[in-house]
């Protein structure tokens, strides 16, 4: 894989202080596996997943394969062509209620792809 295209960096091996893995080893989509992921992450307590605010988390969450089926859909909804489903990164991001920091947030998102040689396809509500 071309590491100048790639989501992944080696570098950011240490940023978990501890990880729960769930998976299904008979490698079966299951609905099942994302409560259970969801109930290990809620149960991490003993991290200090929460801000001096005592309203904003760290961050904390779980990691799914990319529905890759799902994702094929929208992108022919959009009328847009990539060469590999594979190859398809997809974030989810919360932005700020304000029109005005919501474009901010997006304009600066949209600057980092592009360094990082890859490309918006569209945003999504």
């Known amino acids: 894989m071309d590491n100048k295209k790639s989501l992944y960096d080696i ?3 240490h940023d978990s202080c ?3 893995f769930v998976v299904q080893i008979q490698n079966k989509a299951s609905h099942k596996i994302i409560e259970l992921a969801i109930e290990a992450v809620t149960n991490l307590t003993h991290r200090g997943a929460v801000s001096a605010d005592q309203k ?3 961050g904390a969450g779980i990691m799914t394969q990319v529905p890759h089926k799902f994702f ?3 992108i022919q909804k ?3 062509n990539i060469d590999k489903i594979e190859n398809l990164g997809v ?3 919360f932005f700020p209620h304000g029109s005005t920091m919501r474009d ?3 304009a600066i ?3 980092v792809i592009l360094k990082n040689n890859l490309h918006v396809l569209a945003w999504r509500p």
Do not use: P, Y
């Open 78 to 80: 959009l009328n847009i």
């Open 91 to 93: 974030g989810m991001i």
């Open 18 to 20: 501890g990880t729960g």
């Open 104 to 106: 901010r947030c997006r």
């Open 56 to 58: 904003t988390g760290d």
């Open 72 to 74: 094929a859909q929208e």
């Open 109 to 111: 998102i949209e600057d």
């Open 11 to 13: 570098r950011h091996e």
